[in-house]
Nanobody, 118 residues
Framework: QVQLVESGGGLVQAGGSLRLSCAAS????????MGWYRQAPGKQRELVAV???????NYADSVKGRFTISRDNAKNTVYLQMNSLKPEDTAVYYC????????????WGKGTLVTVSA
């Protein structure tokens, strides 16, 4: 079983920055794809950003130019640098990972709350 441990959530003012991190651990495995999702109150979970094993990335339109996803492959750790935060970014952010570069994510963190004040 793969365990994902998240950190970095909290309260920040609009225009500020936060960095989320997530480390994957387990037994004799290699994580090929890692990403971040978020879920705001009353809304469905949505993709924020994902990074593939080859280094390519995808971002939601709402965060392009403001958020940057990166990873440390040796440590199976993914980061999300969030700049120019807006109140609409407020949500529970979930780390996710998978052994493949296709299909749904099989491993999920417990989530960390990000609150952006107006």
């Amino acid at each position: 079983q793969v365990q994902l441990v998240e950190s970095g959530g909290g309260l920040v003012q609009a225009g500020g920055s936060l960095r989320l991190s997530c480390a994957a651990s387990g037994r004799d495995f290699r994580i090929n794809r890692m990403g971040w999702y978020r879920q705001a109150p009353g809304k469905q979970r949505e993709l924020v950003a994902v990074v593939y094993s080859g280094g390519s990335t995808n971002y939601a339109d709402s965060v392009k130019g403001r958020f940057t996803i990166s990873r440390d492959n040796a440590k199976n750790t993914v980061y999300l640098q969030m700049n120019s935060l807006k109140p609409e970014d407020t949500a529970v952010y979930y780390c996710a990972a998978d052994r493949n570069n296709y299909g749904g994510m099989n491993y999920w963190g417990k989530g960390t709350l990000v609150t952006v004040s107006a």
